[in-house]
């Protein structure tokens, strides 16, 4: 989670703005989809970081690219670029997701597991979990890591629930060794 005051300050913004016009669930894709297109390919960002492209140009190539996009989405990250602020965007993203879960009862929650979890695992485990951190329900993003042997990891917010095979022999081996 972004620690970023300017982040969680733009992020607030967007997310008032999205909420007056009942566009959370829209903004919030959007969003998602950005953030996961910067992760992905360092070119783009490269190229709306690039000093020889003007912010005017900049903000031309996003109206562009971003044709499919909520409006409120594509002047946040025109703004971004007039401010020099676009390192922040990933950040603004993050925050806005955990602003619009937070307001529709739901959080952000990791799960590693050894295999790809079912719909009706998924649905156990944000029942059973949701209710631990007093949320409806949890957005599970599934993360396969073998090395658990067994079991699952849950990551909600700064809550871990480590229910794996590899982390109750690693408490066995501390009983046993000492």
Known sequence: MSQSTVANRYAQAIFELASQQNLLSEVGADLKEIKEVLASNDEFMALLTAPKISADRKKELIAQILT???????????????????????????????????????????????????????????????????????????????????????QIGNYIFDSTVASKLEDLKKVLVG
Request: proline share 1%.
């Open 68 to 154: 499919g996009a909520q409006p409120i989405v594509v002047n946040m990250v025109q703004f971004l670029i007039e401010k020099k602020r676009l390192n922040e965007l990933s950040a603004v993203a993050e925050q806005f997701q955990a602003l619009a879960a937070a307001a529709q009862g739901a959080a952000d929650a990791k799960v590693f597991s050894t295999r790809e979890l079912t719909e009706q695992e998924r649905a156990e485990i944000s029942a059973a979990f949701g209710k631990l951190v007093g949320k409806e329900t949890l957005n599970i993003t599934n993360i396969i890591d073998a090395s658990l042997i067994g079991g699952v990891r849950v």
